[in-house]
C-alpha cells in the first residue's frame, strides 16, 4: 500500500484508577488476543471491546494508556509482539506514535515564542531563508504550519534531492487545510536553529525529560531497535489490503522528522496526556504558558478531511465531543497506527497504539475508553461501539445492480441484511469497505486494485436546511475497466486518450511510505492505483485531482520508446518496473 493510498484511509475515525472514575477491576478480555500484563485497572467493559475489536480487525498487538489530571496512569497491553512466538505486549515496549509527535512539536514552537525568539505571526523565511519554495499566494506564517494551511503539499522533501527543484504553493495561506508533513519538518529545523540544538535534543531536554518521559525515544533508529515492539505489514504491500489478509514482520526503520519521529511506552505517554489535561502544566511545573496552550488548543482552521466538524489547532485536531472540547490525533507510521484523545472539560484522556499497518487507526478504542472515563465523573457509560465498522454497510442498496462494461463484459453487485456481494462469472465474492464508494473484492481475480464507485453529479440543496440526499450511482471502476450501471444508458463507448499513453505503467520506490504506484487509463483518464484522478496542469505534470488546488502532484519524465520511465511523486521518485499481474 503506498503513502497516497495511506492517506487517503487517513481520517479520524475514534487517575483512571481514582475513585473519582470509580473503575472497577475484573477478569482479563477473552479470546485470541488476551492481556499480555496486569490491566486489571482497565474497566471492564473497555477489555471486552478491545479484545473484540483486536479480532475483528486482525490486529496483532495493542498498547493502552487512560488518564486523568492527577494519579497515575493506568495501562494495558493486550497481544503479541512476535505472533509466531507468542510473546506478549509489555508495558516497556515502544510503539510508534507517528504523526501525533506533531503535537510535541507544536508545543516546543510555542516553548520558544514564550522565550521571545520566535513570533508564529512571522513569515517562515524570515527564519529559514534558504527555504527551497515559491510562494505565489502569499507568505507562509508560522502559524499556517502549524496549522496545516500553508498551502504545500504533504510529503515533498524540505530539501529536494534534486538541486533546483522548488516546493510550490498552490492555494493562499490561511484559507484552507491541507494535511502537510512538510510543514512540520520545516517546524523541525526551524526549531534546531533557534534552540541549537538538533531536534532529538531539543524534544528531550524540553519535553521528554520536565514530563519524566524517560523511556520514550525522540528518534526511531537501530540504537533504540531493541525497545521497539515488533511489528507487521501486510505481505503483499503493492495492492489494497483485505481485513484479515496475510501479515509479516516489519524491517527497521530510522526516521529523525518532527512530523512522526517519536516512539513511546503507554506510561509515559499517560505522562503526556496529564499534562495536556492540565492545560500545559507538567508535575515540574509549566510547560508552556496559559496563552500558549490557548493557542495550541484553539480551532483555528476547519480541517474536513480529517473527520465532519472537526477544526485544528497547533499539531491538534479540535472539536466538540459531546458538548465538550475534545483533542485528537492520529499517527500512522510505516507498521504503526495509532490514536489520541483527550476530554478537556472532564480531564480524562486516552492513547492506543497497534503494532501493525493495516490501513486503519485505532480511535474506536481511545473513543471508548473516554466515553467510559466519562461515565465516572457523571455521563451515562454507552454500550460498546460495533467492533469493526465497516461489517455493515448502512447504505449497501445504494450500489446494487448490473454493471456492463463496452466491451460487454457484465458484473452484478447484490445487496443483502446490509452487506455486498459481487457476482462475476458465476463466482459470488465477498465485498468489504475500504473508504466511502470504494470496496475490496476478496478474490484474486480483484486483487490488484479497489472496486470505486462513481455517483451522478449532486444536485444543489433546496435550501441551507434541506437534507443531504446522495447522488444515484451510475458506475464502476476497477483499475483500466469501466462499467455503466444499468440504470443508466448513456455515455457507454470508450474514451481515446492516445496522449495518454506513454504515461500508464506499475512505478516502484524502495522508500518504504511510497513503495508501488500504479498508473491505469480508465475512459480517457489517468488513475493512480485506480482510485485518484490526476489532472493534467500542462506537459507531464498532473494534480492528484482529489480536491480543487490540490498541492499534490505527479510528473513523468524520461520517455523512452514511448513509454515513462520515471515518476516524481511529490518530489519522490519511483522507477518503471516489469511486472507479472496475473497469478
Not at 534558504?130 to 504550519?145: A, M, Q
Request: aromatic fraction near 8%; glycine fraction near 10%; charged fraction near 20%.
Amino acid at each position: 500500500m503506498n503513502r497516497e493510498m495511506f492517506s487517503r484511509r487517513e481520517v479520524f475515525l475514534f487517575s483512571a484508577a481514582t475513585a473519582a472514575l470509580s473503575f472497577v477491576s475484573g477478569a482479563g478480555a477473552q479470546g485470541t488476543s488476551p492481556p499480555s500484563a496486569d490491566s486489571s485497572a482497565v474497566p471492564p467493559l473497555l477489555r471486552r471491546f478491545i479484545a473484540d475489536y483486536m479480532r475483528a480487525m486482525n490486529a496483532p498487538g495493542l498498547t493502552l494508556a487512560i488518564a486523568s489530571r492527577q494519579g497515575a496512569p493506568v495501562t494495558g497491553c493486550y497481544g503479541f509482539v512476535d505472533l509466531a512466538a507468542k510473546i506478549p505486549v509489555l508495558p516497556t515496549h515502544r510503539f510508534e506514535i507517528g504523526s501525533i509527535s506533531k503535537s510535541f512539536a507544536a508545543l516546543v514552537i510555542l516553548q520558544l515564542q514564550d522565550e521571545g525568539r520566535l513570533d508564529v505571526g512571522q513569515p517562515i523565511l524570515k527564519y529559514l531563508p534558504w527555504l527551497p519554495i515559491e510562494t505565489d499566494y502569499g507568505d507562509i506564517l508560522i502559524h499556517h504550519l502549524l496549522t496545516h494551511s500553508s498551502g504545500m503539499p504533504s510529503d515533498a522533501p524540505a530539501v529536494p534531492a534534486e538541486p533546483g527543484v522548488r516546493v510550490r504553493q498552490t492555494f493562499q495561506p490561511g484559507t484552507r487545510f491541507h494535511y502537510s508533513n512538510w510543514g512540520f519538518e520545516v517546524l523541525g529545523r526551524l526549531i534546531e536553529k533557534l534552540d541549537g540544538r538538533p531536534w532529538h535534543a531539543a524534544l528531550t531536554t524540553r519535553i521528554l525529560t520536565p514530563l519524566g518521559m524517560s523511556d520514550t525515544a525522540p528518534v526511531i533508529s537501530s540504537l533504540g531497535r531493541a525497545r521497539i515492539a515488533q511489528s507487521y505489514v501486510p505481505q503483499l504491500d503493492d495492492r489494497p489490503f483485505p481485513r484479515h489478509g496475510a501479515l509479516v514482520p516489519a524491517g527497521n526503520m530510522t526516521f529523525g522528522l518532527a512530523s512522526g519521529s517519536i516512539a513511546s511506552t503507554p506510561h509515559d505517554m499517560g505522562r503526556y496526556m496529564q499534562m495536556l489535561l492540565n492545560r500545559g502544566e507538567g508535575s515540574s511545573g509549566r510547560l508552556v504558558s496559559q496563552n500558549a496552550f490557548k493557542l495550541f488548543s484553539t480551532a483555528h482552521i476547519v480541517a474536513p478531511d480529517l473527520g465532519p466538524k472537526v477544526s485544528y489547532g497547533y499539531g491538534i485536531g479540535v472539536d466538540d465531543f459531546d458538548g465538550h472540547t475534545r483533542l485528537r490525533h492520529t499517527g500512522g507510521m510505516v507498521s504503526f497506527m495509532s490514536a489520541i484523545q483527550l476530554d478537556l472539560d472532564a480531564g480524562v484522556g486516552a492513547f492506543a497504539s497497534i503494532n501493525a499497518q493495516l490501513g486503519y487507526r485505532p480511535n474506536p478504542v481511545a473513543q471508548y475508553a473516554l466515553q467510559l472515563m466519562q461515565a465516572g465523573v457523571g455521563r451515562k457509560a454507552p454500550a460498546p461501539p460495533p467492533a469493526d465498522e465497516a461489517a455493515v454497510i448502512a447504505n449497501a442498496a445504494d450500489y446494487a445492480g448490473s454493471y456492463r462494461a463496452p466491451d460487454g463484459r457484465t458484473l452484478e453487485v447484490i445487496a443483502e441484511h446490509g452487506q455486498l456481494t459481487l457476482l462475476a462469472d458465476g463466482v459470488r465474492i465477498a465485498m468489504q469497505a475500504l473508504s466511502e464508494d470504494q470496496f475490496i473484492a476478496e478474490h484474486e481475480r480483484f486483487a490488484l486494485f479497489p472496486l470505486v464507485f462513481g455517483r451522478a453529479p449532486a444536485s444543489a440543496p433546496s435550501s441551507a436546511d434541506a437534507p443531504v440526499v446522495r447522488a444515484a450511482v451510475v458506475e464502476l471502476g476497477y483499475g483500466p475497466d469501466w462499467y455503466g450501471h444499468a440504470r443508466d444508458s448513456d455515455n457507454r463507448n470508450a474514451v481515446a486518450a492516445p496522449e495518454l499513453a506513454p504515461y500508464p505503467g506499475v512505478y516502484y520506490s524502495e522508500n518504504p511510505w511510497v513503495g508501488t504506484v500504479r498508473i491505469v487509463l480508465r475512459r480517457g483518464k489517468l488513475w493512480m492505483d485506480g482510485v485518484t484522478p490526476l489532472e493534467r496542469l500542462g506537459g507531464d505534470l498532473f494534480r492528484l485531482a482529489e480536491e480543487p488546488s490540490s498541492p499534490e502532484t505527479a510528473e513523468f519524465r524520461q520517455v523512452i520508446d514511448a513509454k515513462a520511465q520515471i515518476l516524481s511523486l511529490g518530489g519522490n521518485l519511483l522507477h518503471r518496473i516489469s511486472v507479472e499481474e496475473k497469478i
